[in-house]
Nanobody
Framework: QVQLVESGGGLVQAGGSLRLSCAVSGRTFSTYNMAWFRQAPGKEREFVAGISWGGGNSYYADSVKGRSTISRDNAKNTVYLQMNSLKPEDTAVYYC????????????????????WGQGTQVTVSS
């Protein structure tokens, strides 16, 4: 079965950095766009960043643009999210997700376009 396992979350002070990882198994990783979403308490899950299957295209939410970088290593079946200059408002559970369509040409930002999700990793930014 398809599994997505996130790691790398934790507690960090404002201005700090974290690198999240998501290892994927059970699917031909290199043929699917991948994305990171986050969900803060009492809020809806929101798109953070996405990357195309080949890694050539990426897209970011305005809230993290310029502070975060999504990347992937298709040889390791892993997608990463490097987050810098973290703010308290970045506090949330972060989820990686796999697009339901293979070889998609567009990185989509809505949760219903993704069919497999990880269990989430907590990121807490203290002020």
């Amino acid at each position: 079965q398809v599994q997505l396992v996130e790691s790398g979350g934790g507690l960090v002070q404002a201005g700090g950095s974290l690198r999240l990882s998501c290892a994927v198994s059970g699917r031909t990783f290199s043929t699917y766009n991948m994305a990171w979403f986050r969900q803060a308490p009492g809020k809806e899950r929101e798109f953070v960043a996405g990357i195309s299957w080949g890694g050539g295209n990426s897209y970011y939410a305005d809230s993290v643009k310029g502070r975060s970088t999504i990347s992937r290593d298709n040889a390791k079946n892993t997608v990463y999210l490097q987050m810098n200059s973290l703010k308290p408002e970045d506090t949330a559970v972060y989820y990686c997700a796999s697009d339901r369509r293979y070889y998609s040409t567009v990185v989509l930002t809505t949760t219903n376009q993704y069919d497999y999700w990880g269990q989430g990793t907590q990121v807490t930014v203290s002020s």
